[in-house]
């Protein structure tokens, strides 16, 4: 009989993609087994469809939305659990600091899919 592993609540949320401090008592206390996570992820209850919906999110939620990274929202100071009017406030009437990320932001990534197709020339011939 094998043993399932727990994680704790915290990685769980993580996975669920989920603010840990706004998710019920209830899941803030509980271990899962990746079973349960899985259910849980496959049948969201509705307090889940609501934190998924609405927030407050977590940083990487809210950097994904916004188009920054997660880097760039601790440099302009506003790296905090967001809801998802706030994040809509900010994408119809962005400020500089968001702005100026988002351009950071596409130039990590260009450079990074640039470094990626260098990588794949080279492999490729390589095994020529």
Do not use: C
């Not at 899962?32 to 969201?44: F, G, V």
């Not at 469809?49 to 927030?55: A, F, I, M, S, Y």
Request: hydrophobic content about 40%; cysteine-free; charged content about 30%.
């Amino acid at each position: 009989m094998s043993v399932q592993q727990r994680m704790k609540p915290i990685t769980a949320a993580r996975k669920l993609g989920i603010y840990l401090p706004a998710a019920p008592e209830e899941f803030q206390a509980a271990w899962m087994t990746r079973e349960e996570l899985a259910d849980l992820d496959r049948n969201p209850p509705q307090w889940l469809r609501t934190l998924r919906r609405d927030g407050p999110h977590p940083r990487p939620v809210v950097a994904g939305r916004l188009g920054v990274s997660i880097a760039g929202l601790a440099r302009s100071g506003a790296d905090e659990a967001m809801t998802t009017a706030q994040i809509d406030a900010l994408r119809a009437d962005p400020p500089p600091w968001l702005l100026q990320e988002r351009h950071v932001h596409q130039q990590v990534l260009a450079e990074e899919e640039r470094v990626r197709r260098e990588r794949a020339e080279k492999r490729a011939g390589q095994s020529r």
